[in-house]
């Protein structure tokens, strides 16, 4: 058979007008999530089922994410370190659902020569020759579980709530917060900057922080000031691939991920 110049012609312009369908259709999901997950979550998309169909997910304070997606940005699920930010999204958008897929804790990453424990923890942060970092609120929920801290320390102590407030310097998980060493993560960077003795943080986070930098320990929080960050996750789009997704997180394989990067997983027997 005799293929003509008009028939490849015909055959390349139906292939041309087909490209946009088939790349919409093999468009991956778009994910963003707390910057508290990136472990966890990088290894859950690469577990998950359907990887390959999975972008790299954008990483952040949430409170920062949000705002990125009431802009516009394309997003098809997103895992806060709080419930509030996607309870935002929730109310603009009917038929959606909030889900908390799991939880962590407070703790106080010291340099060792503080000597701080739990018993001691509120007089040494109230020290004034002690600096304090914490993250931004507002911008990001490890602020606020910050402030909340603060608020609980006012029973302990009269004036506590002020002067932690004032001293507290918020280094990072602001919307232009960026590492104080290039090249190594934000509350690596404090310590390795020496510009506090002292953040408070995810407790899940401490041991990656303490394998970069020596001469750190990670402190519980007392009960008396203990705050229970909630994680909350919310679908933003009708792709069955997104929904797909949040029942892996919150599946038994999804929560042992969570589980082994130090989070306290909600759905585990």
């Not at 005799?2 to 028939?7: A, D, E, I, S």
């Not at 309870?87 to 799991?102: D, E, H, K, Y």
């Not at 302990?156 to 932690?164: D, N, R, S, V």
């Amino acid at each position: 058979m005799t293929v003509t110049t008009r028939q490849i012609t015909t055959t390349l312009l139906a292939i041309f007008i087909m490209m946009p369908l088939r790349f919409a259709l093999a468009e991956p999901l778009h994910i963003f999530a707390a910057g508290s997950l990136t472990a966890a979550f990088t290894e859950m998309v690469r577990a998950f089922p359907a990887a390959g169909d999975v972008a790299q997910p954008v990483f952040g304070p949430s409170g920062v994410l949000r705002g990125r997606i009431e802009r516009g940005e394309k997003v098809d699920l997103f895992a806060s370190a709080d419930m509030d930010q996607p309870r935002r999204l929730a109310r603009a958008r009917a038929g959606s659902f909030v889900v908390m897929f799991t939880r962590n804790r407070l703790c106080a990453l010291a340099k060792t020569s503080l000597g701080l424990t739990p018993a001691n923890l509120l007089d040494k942060l109230l020290d004034p020759s002690v600096r304090l970092a914490t993250s931004t609120p507002g911008a990001d929920p490890g602020g606020d579980y910050a402030w909340a801290v603060f608020a609980r320390a006012e029973a302990e102590h009269g004036g506590a709530q002020a002067i932690l407030q004032r001293k507290a310097m918020q280094l990072v998980g602001g919307p232009n917060s960026k590492p104080l060493v290039p090249g190594r993560g934000a509350v690596q960077g404090i310590f390795l900057a020496n510009r506090a003795d002292v953040v408070l943080g995810y407790c899940s986070s401490g041991q990656a922080v303490m394998r970069e930098v020596p001469g750190l320990t990670n402190v519980a929080l007392p009960p008396s000031l203990t705050v229970g960050p909630a994680y909350g996750l919310i679908v933003l789009s009708d792709r069955a691939l997104a929904a797909r997704f949040g029942l892996f997180v919150l599946s038994e394989k999804g929560q042992a991920i969570l589980r082994k990067y130090g989070f306290d997983p909600v759905g585990l027997p």
